[in-house]
């Protein structure tokens, strides 16, 4: 009988490293356009999370004055929850693109630095998520079968609460035409929505997009994913 709670305190630390860490590559789409592939490594640990997303610009992208882009995001997990403390976007030489996150969770303050200019960012209840993050959130939530109702996400020099709902699942055909159930998660907040897609076996992120007044704003697409 005394083996019963430490076996249930296991089984509930366990869920926090049940989802593996990954290396997923995805075309980019900004605005219609084909922006480029990112490749996204995210290492997790039952305590911790480190995500690093390099974006190569597509030739049209180039033309347009894009680089090379790198996201490095960290922080804690804790009782499933991701608890950010850092997070900084550069695109090679051009320092307008530059991005800082530096998380205060006691204070609810994030310190941040846009385009070369400081700025605090306040939050009340949910810690902001990167987008980045959010894929993580979203799949270790999706992973205990959790539905949240609300996520917020930190973008430039905003915060923003999405109300989130599960629409009906989707059938895709992966790369061998076989079919698969594709869930679907709607992430709304007035004019702006963040439509989440994940499928199963392994659990991964096929789709992101961003909508704004109904046009695309950005769109992740899987090309490749392997567990790492």
């Not at 960290?74 to 030489?93: A, F, Q, V, W």
């Not at 679907?184 to 076996?201: E, K, L, P, S, W």
Request: aromatic share 8%; net charge positive; glycine share 4%.
């Amino acid at each position: 009988m005394k083996r019963y709670p430490l076996m249930l305190l296991t089984l509930m630390l366990g869920q926090a490293w049940a989802l593996p860490s990954f290396r997923a590559s995805y075309d980019v789409k900004v605005r219609g356009i084909h922006a480029g592939q990112m490749t996204m490594d995210a290492v997790l640990t039952s305590q911790s999370y480190t995500i690093n997303a390099k974006t190569e610009p597509s030739l049209p992208a180039k033309m347009l004055g894009y680089g090379f882009v790198n996201e490095i995001a960290s922080g804690e997990i804790h009782n499933n929850h991701l608890r950010p403390r850092k997070y900084e976007r550069t695109m090679e030489d051009n320092e307008k693109y530059h991005l800082n996150y530096n998380f205060d969770l006691k204070a609810r303050t994030i310190d941040a630095t846009v385009g070369g200019k400081k700025v605090q960012l306040d939050y009340k209840d949910q810690v902001p998520l990167d987008t980045t993050a959010l894929v993580i959130q979203a799949l270790m939530d999706d992973e205990l079968g959790k539905k949240a109702s609300s996520y917020t996400m930190v973008s430039e020099d905003k915060v923003r609460s999405y109300k989130v709902e599960q629409l009906k699942d989707q059938q895709w055909q992966d790369e061998k035409g076989k079919s698969i159930p594709v869930r679907v998660y709607r992430q709304t907040n007035g004019n702006r929505q963040t439509m989440v897609y994940i499928a199963d076996n392994p659990r991964r992120l096929v789709k992101l997009q961003q909508i704004k007044n109904d046009q695309n704003m950005f769109l992740l697409k899987l090309v490749k994913y392997k567990p790492l």
